[in-house]
T-cell receptor
Framework: GQSLEQPSEVTAVEGAIVQINCTYQ??????LSWYQQHDGGAPTFLSY????GLEETGRFSSFLSRSDSYGYLLLQELQMKDSASYFC???????????????FGIGTKLQVIP | DTGVSQDPRHKITKRGQNVTFRCDPI?????LYWYRQTLGQGPEFLTY????????KSRLLSDRFSAERPKGSFSTLEIQRTEQGDSAMYLC??????????????FGEGSRLTVL
């Protein structure tokens, strides 16, 4: 099975940078995904890291260290609309069969304040 | 709008009643997933289909829950003899197999169930 840990809440100031960490324990690891969910909304896929290092997509970047079983989501130039919950997630199963499911962490609620 | 749609968006029922939720995935997606989410938690996997075949069901899912995807298109999730602990948001997601390999699922906005 999979276990994912992330902080439950983070508060940051508009315009600043925030890092949301995720550590995982898995039996068979393929990569780490990140999702965003606004209150009352659907989870939305942000990024996926299969290899070590930093992946940048606009203001959002995601990092993975397989040796440390650790990843993070970095949000730059924070805007009020970034207030949401952020979930790290891992696909499970076998690559050849297409991963069967995605397992999510409990989520980090980010509050951006003026 | 060609996203994942779910119906109804809200359902209030009395304990012991049956409820059914419907999910219409993105049309070309062959994978369809059901998740459950409670306040302050991440989505919890319930079951998934590839085309019309139900390939996995969570061990946490009681026998009161059943899901179908009869023609490999829309899916229904039925909960029989509802209990207060079933109150949650029921999320449907779809994907192509290759997308699922990167953990990319496309979620609907969910069906919120309240059991009184």
């Amino acid at each position: 099975g999979q276990s994912l840990e992330q902080p439950s809440e983070v508060t940051a100031v508009e315009g600043a940078i925030v890092q949301i960490n995720c550590t995982y324990q898995t039996s068979g690891f393929y990569g780490l995904s990140w999702y965003q969910q606004h209150d009352g909304g659907a989870p939305t896929f942000l990024s996926y890291n299969a290899l070590d290092g930093l992946e940048e997509t606009g203001r959002f970047s995601s990092f993975l260290s397989r040796s440390d079983s650790y990843g993070y989501l970095l949000l730059q130039e924070l805007q009020m609309k970034d207030s949401a919950s952020y979930f790290c997630a891992v696909p499970e199963g076998t690559y050849s069969g297409g991963y069967q499911k995605v397992t999510f962490g409990i989520g980090t609620k980010l509050q951006v304040i003026p | 709008d060609t996203g994942v749609s779910q119906d109804p968006r809200h359902k209030i029922t009395k304990r012991g009643q049956n409820v059914t939720f419907r999910c219409d995935p993105i049309s070309e997606h062959n994978r369809l997933y059901w998740y459950r989410q409670t306040l302050g938690q991440g989505p919890e996997f319930l079951t998934y289909f590839q085309n019309e075949a139900q390939l996995e069901k969570s061990r946490l899912l009681s026998d009161r829950f059943s899901a179908e995807r009869p023609k490999g298109s829309f899916s229904t999730l039925e909960i029989q003899r509802t209990e207060q602990g079933d109150s949650a948001m029921y999320l449907c997601a779809s994907s192509l197999v290759l997308q699922a390999n990167t953990g990319e699922l496309f979620f609907g906005e969910g069906s919120r169930l309240t059991v009184l």
